[in-house]
């Protein structure tokens, strides 16, 4: 009797806990759940935030190539203005007269704007570019797996950009 006894309290033992143990299961299925649908929610607010800010920027990762190519038009374009104002400079410098060193002046000061004008293409397009590059976080399956393609997108563009506003 006094085993039956035994094996009834082992048994009933056994039944609280798998009860326990059932319900702990539950709780963490409910909980993975919960996590995946905010992180579902997440990554949709994020894609959807991006894609606005990329509308207002008109930045598509489909640009990007496009943008890379602007970045050094313009580029060249601020050194060719920037050695243009140095011309003009030197040639007012230069001049004889009061109307030659006025006209010169001007053609400087034209060539300077024109320099400042590039610059800020420049600026413009590595935004672009930035925008553009960051967008590929959102184009696969997972973004764990864009990450690489996306940092060494982002190093070109940071080398690139440094440059660029380095030289002019």
Do not use: R
Request: hydrophobic fraction near 45%; aromatic fraction near 4%; charged fraction near 25%.
């Amino acid at each position: 009797m006094w085993i039956s006894l035994g094996l009834a309290a082992v048994a009933i033992g056994l039944l609280i806990w798998g009860i326990s143990a059932q319900s702990d299961l539950d709780n963490a299925q409910k909980e993975s759940s919960q996590n995946k649908e905010a992180a579902a929610t997440v990554a949709s607010s994020s894609k959807a935030a991006y894609e606005d800010l990329q509308q207002d920027v008109g930045a598509t990762s489909a640009d990007l190539a496009q943008t890379e190519q602007d970045l050094n038009d313009a580029e060249q374009a601020a050194a060719k203005a920037e050695q243009d104002a140095a011309a003009a400079k030197k040639t007012a410098d230069e001049a004889k007269n009061e109307t030659d060193k006025a006209k010169a002046q001007a053609d400087q000061a034209k060539a300077e704007a024109e320099a400042a004008n590039s610059k800020a293409a420049i600026v413009a397009d590595c935004t672009k570019a930035y925008f553009s590059a960051f967008g590929a976080l959102f184009e696969g399956e997972s973004v764990k797996d864009q990450v690489p393609v996306v940092k060494k997108d982002l190093q070109g563009i940071v080398d690139d950009c440094e440059a660029a506003l380095g030289e002019t």
